[in-house]
Structure formats: C-alpha cells, structure tokens
C-alpha cells in the first residue's frame, strides 16, 4: 500500500473539519441573528480498500478468517439545522412578532413564496406588513366589511388602512339584568297620617279660620307631588278639610273625591270625635278618607290624630312612616343613527304586593312597572312604559315578549329600541337593576393595532370597539430540514421539504404568535466553542498525520542516496 494512501487520508480529514469550523463560525457570527437556526456537521467514513477478504471456517478444523480493509479517509455526512425553539426578547412593540411552536411565517417577496422565523415586522406606506429587514410582504386572510375572517387558507397580503372609520350604529336591543327585592314595599303613597293641634282661638271668619299643611305624595311611578290639606273653621268644635295636589311642574291634578270632608272635636278632650259623619270608634278600624288620582294616585287620608285645644295651631304629617318610595333605576348611554349618545333612563317601580299564599288563582307574585324616560331636549319616547309581573319562583311571568319604546332624537332617524328584561329576576335580596349588554355605537377612528397568540390583528377604535382586520397565518413541513436557506433568515421549499401546511395560529398549527416579543437565535455559545475545541483537534491529528507520512516518504526517497 502507498503511503500516499495516508497523505490523502489526513487530506479528508483537514478538509472536512475544515467544513466544521465553517459550520461552526456561522453558528458563532449569527449567534444575535433573530429567529436563527444553528447548524451542525456530522462525519462518515468513506470507502475502504480491501487487502485481504475473509474465508468460511473448513470441515477439517481450519477456523475462518476475517477480512481485511484499510480505510481511505473520511467525508460530510451531513449538515442538519437545529430547528429547537429560541428564547423571547421583549420588545414592546405590537409589530414584533415570536413563534411559540414550529410554525413559520408565510412571506411574500417579488412573488417569491419564503418561510422565516424572524418575526421584526412593520407597516409600510401602503399599509402592507412587511419584514423590516428586506420588504418581504406577511401572508395570511384579510376579513371583510363585517369584520369577520374567512375560513380557509387563502393567502394574501395584509393590508390595514390607517385611517379606517367604524360607523356609528343606532342602539336598538338593551338586555338589562339584577334584583327586584320582594321585600320592597309599594312605590306610592298609601297613607298619609296628619297630627298636630288646631287653637281653639281660630274664627270663623276668614282669615282666621284655616291652617294648611303640605305633605309631599308620590304615584306609582314614584313621581312626587305636593299635596296640601286646609283645616277651615266652620262652627264651634267643626271643620272642613279640604285639599289641593300639584304636580313638579306646578300644574293642578284632579283628585277624587272633591268635596270637603267635615270633621268635629270633642269641647272637653280635644279629641276628634268623627270623620265625615263617621264616628271615631276606638274598637274600630279609623274611618279614613280615600284620595285617588291619575298615574296610580291612591292614598288613605287620616286626620284622626289632629287635636282641638287651646294651644297654638301647629300640624304636621307622615306618609308611610316616612318611608323612602320604592323606585329602582337603571342608567345607559344610547346611540343614534349619527353616532351621538344619550342618557336612557328605566326606572322600575312596584305597584302590587304579592298575592295571598291562599290565592291559587294567581301565578304572579307581585307587580312592577317601568318606565323609560331621556333628558329633556334629547328627543321624544313613546310606548315607554309599561308592567313586569313575576312568578313565585322570581322568573318573569309577564312580558312574554319582551316590548319595544320608540325613540326620535333630535337631528338623527328614529329608532325602536327593545328592551330585554330576561336577565331581571325577583328574590329575597335587595334591588339593583343595570344593563347586562346592548348593540350601537358612535363612529370610531383607528387608534391602534394588537396581534393576539392566534394571529388575529385587532384593531382598536376611539369608540372603544375592537374589531378582527386580519389573520396573520403559519406554515407548517413535514422535513423543515429540507428546506434551503436564501439568507436574510428566509428559507424555501424544496424537494424533499414536502409541500407546506398552512393553518391558523393555535390548536391547529400548534404554533401560537407572541406580540411584542423577538425569537433569538438558539445558538448555544458553550456547545459551539466546545466543538471548536473539538475542530481544532481533530485539524491538528489530522495535520499530524500528513506530516508523519511526509516523513516517511522522505525517508524512502533517502534510500536511494
């Protein structure tokens, strides 16, 4: 054998850990390059000569013998990339982009179809996502003019107008939800009890013959109303009580009854002794006067408290013990055909008590009224009341269909606008009444972008909607080694890289996008200095051996000297 065997031998050996430190350099030079993929290099031996083969052991004893090669040197098996998931850098920036997964973006670049990992994106003159390291365009599905994505995987560019507007939309579905206490008692008025003294000094002749007492009423919708009684002297121990009611306005209302109700006192006691001609009988219910009027005004006069001594003339009055009237309320701003917001308030009010839990003839449990009502100046509502009634159990039992006011703002179209009361329920525990949700909005202008892990680009708006532009898409190969690297961190398909899978970010790519973050490259600098070591090494020996075979040589050649 030549010893020209063992010069080209160290030759392959030079040479191919030559390739490794190569291999090894670009690790170490793109070891800050983003979403970059370290590489390594693997070895094999190549053919061997063949000195002597080997032969079967013989039937007489003879044992086998083995074959005999000599090596000629070694070559590249191969160079694999490392494809192992880089770390995250944060960077703040919505555009910034990392892959969670083994995913890879879709660019697109003079209609050349690439792949990276390298996620630095930014919006160019035109709106485009682009690379901000060579312009390559991001692919992925645009959503229509309703702001809704596609399915499929019909790639194109992503494109976002910078001065996109939501129009306004009217307010026409309101779904309110919370408590109506069952507890509450009613809204209005019930009983209204005057106490105090009238001076036996008061004439018969006006004007000093009355004293006056205001008390302040409330209806079934819990309005309030000034409601005055006048105490007139008529004869010796005698008046008539007359009243008055005006509304906040200070408009009159008409009350039934009308006339005057006589009362008398006892000369001795003081004491009232009847009530329009009814006598005050203490193992009797007191003979109250009953005052009706519009919007559920009903309330039980009692003047039976009120003394005649020689005092001076000085009343007062209770309504209801001084309760506070029930009215429960809900407040939301409401939008018009031209965007602009109203204050829509529903006040709810009980008007019913429960029935009697003998009663089997009824199914509700009590009576409440609504009422919808907007600042003045701010339109007109119609069909903007109405009455809820509640089953034992709490549930609505009434409406069925859940009722629609119409509303006309001024300066913009008129709107019907249901309210949903399917989220109100009556229980035990204590009123409170909001809106659960409701549709229509003001015109919005594009403030800023957000890409969420699914690659959904979300724009928000200054009306405080946000809505799906685009979907920013992955690709998936079943050899991403195959791949061929084009540099700037781009790579394409090949042969033997299969065709790619493209899916949405998420449970179906199993790639998920990390906004305002960087993958880094995965280069370990420990393990390619390692290797360098090892490089280093293995060039030395293999130097060593072309020299020692120099030597040798030399040595032939002295033979003849």
Known sequence: MSLLNSLTTGVSGLRNHQTMMDVIGNNIANVNSLGY???????SDTFSEMVRYGTNPTANGSGGTNTFQIGLGMKVNSIDRNWNQGTFENTGISTDLGLQGSGMFVMENNGQRSYSRAGAFKFDANGTLVSSQNGAKVMGKMANSAYVLPAGNNLENITIDSNLKLPAVATTNIKWGGNLSSSSTLTRSEKCVESGNLSTSLTTTAPDNAKAITSTIYDESGNSYKFTTTYTKTADNAFDVTYAMKDSSGADVTLTPSAAVPVTFDAATGKMLTINGTAIDPLSPIP???????????FDLDPSAVTQTSNSSLLSSSVNANR??????GTLKVFDSEGNSHSLTVKYTKTAEAVSATDTTSATD??????????????TLSNNS??????????????????SISYSPNGAAAQSIQLDFGGIAQTISNSSISPLSQNGIAAGNLLNLNVDQNGKVIGVFSNGESK???????ANFVNKDGLVSTGDNMFVQSANSGIPTIADPGSDSGTTIQSGSLEQSNVDLSTEFTQMIVAQRGFQANAKVVTTADSLLQEIVNLVR
């Open 288 to 298: 109250t006067v009953n005052i009706t009027g519009a919007n559920g005004i009903n």
């Open 37 to 43: 993929k370290g590489s390594r290099v693997s070895f």
């Open 386 to 403: 109405g009455t809820i009634t509640f089953n034992s159990d709490g549930s609505i039992a009434t409406p069925k269909d859940f009722p």
């Open 366 to 379: 009590a009576t409440w009224s609504w009422t919808a009502s907007v600042p003045s100046g701010n339109g």
């Open 324 to 329: 506070v009237p029930t009215v429960v309320s």
């Open 468 to 474: 799906d532009l685009a979907q920013i898409m992955v």
